[in-house]
């Protein structure tokens, strides 16, 4: 089976750093993506990555360590329109795609 | 580019009753589609996978008797929640990723939030 762990919750001032773990267990792992979803609100897709290491987009860094089954979230230079949850997601299987979401982390931007 | 329409929105409906959602790929082919539900403030989970003109893949303990799922185009797939009882109450969302450079990626539709009465 497959299980993420993530942070529950995260609160961070505007323009600072922040970083949101991801931990996982599967069985076969192919990578690990990202994704902001606010309330009552779609998922949209953040990052993602197969390979080790930092993937940068923007404001938006995603790093994966596949021998630690570790990865994390980094968003600099944050804003209050980033307040919303987090998921990081696993996919086990090439073919399929299917994802496993992780519990989420609800990121609180205060002025 | 890469939208997914999912209507509608929200319904209600009496129990006993049987509720169709639909998700659409408007503007790109889906290879796969994707049924989740998600609890308030909590993570979204997987129910079925569905690939065009094959029959769905159920994830452990989702009752595929309860929720249909068909998927016969590359851009439309349905998911009925048959008999629906209040319990089923929640928060639907489909996906949909394409056999493209983006394959890993997953778009998502807005969402249908569904009370049963």
């Known amino acids: 089976g497959q299980s993420l762990e993530q942070p529950s919750e995260v609160t961070a001032v505007e323009g600072a750093i922040v970083q949101i773990n991801c931990t996982y267990q599967?069985?076969?792992?192919?990578?690990l993506s990202w994704y902001q979803q606010h309330d009552g609100g779609a998922p949209t897709f953040l990052s993602y990555?197969?390979?080790?290491g930092l993937e940068e987009t923007g404001r938006f860094s995603s790093f994966l360590s596949r021998s630690d089954s570790y990865g994390y979230l980094l968003l600099q230079e944050l804003q209050m329109k980033d307040s919303a949850s987090y998921f990081c997601?696993?996919?086990?299987?090439?073919?399929?795609?299917?994802?496993?979401f992780g519990s989420g982390t609800k990121l609180n931007v205060k002025p | 580019g890469a939208v997914v329409s999912q209507h509608p929105s929200w319904v209600i409906c009496k129990s006993g009753t049987s509720v169709k959602i639909e998700c659409r790929s408007l503007?790109?082919?889906?290879?796969?589609m994707f049924w989740y539900r998600q609890f308030p403030k909590q993570s979204l989970m997987l129910m079925a996978t569905?690939?065009?003109?094959?029959?769905?893949?159920?994830e452990q303990g989702v009752e595929k008797d309860k929720f249909l799922i068909n998927h016969a185009s590359l851009t439309l797939s349905t998911l009925t929640v048959t008999s629906a009882h209040p319990e089923d109450s929640s928060f639907y969302i489909c996906?949909?990723?394409?056999?493209?450079?983006?394959?890993?990626?997953?778009?998502f539709g807005a969402g249908t939030r569904l009370s049963v009465l």
């Open positions: 996906s949909a990723s394409w056999a493209g450079p983006a394959k890993n990626i997953q778009y």
């Open positions: 599967t069985s076969g792992f192919y990578g």
């Open positions: 990555n197969a390979l080790d």
């Open positions: 997601a696993v996919s086990g299987s090439y073919n399929f795609n299917k994802f496993y």
């Open positions: 503007d790109f082919q889906a290879t796969t």
């Open positions: 569905s690939n065009e003109g094959s029959k769905a893949t159920y």
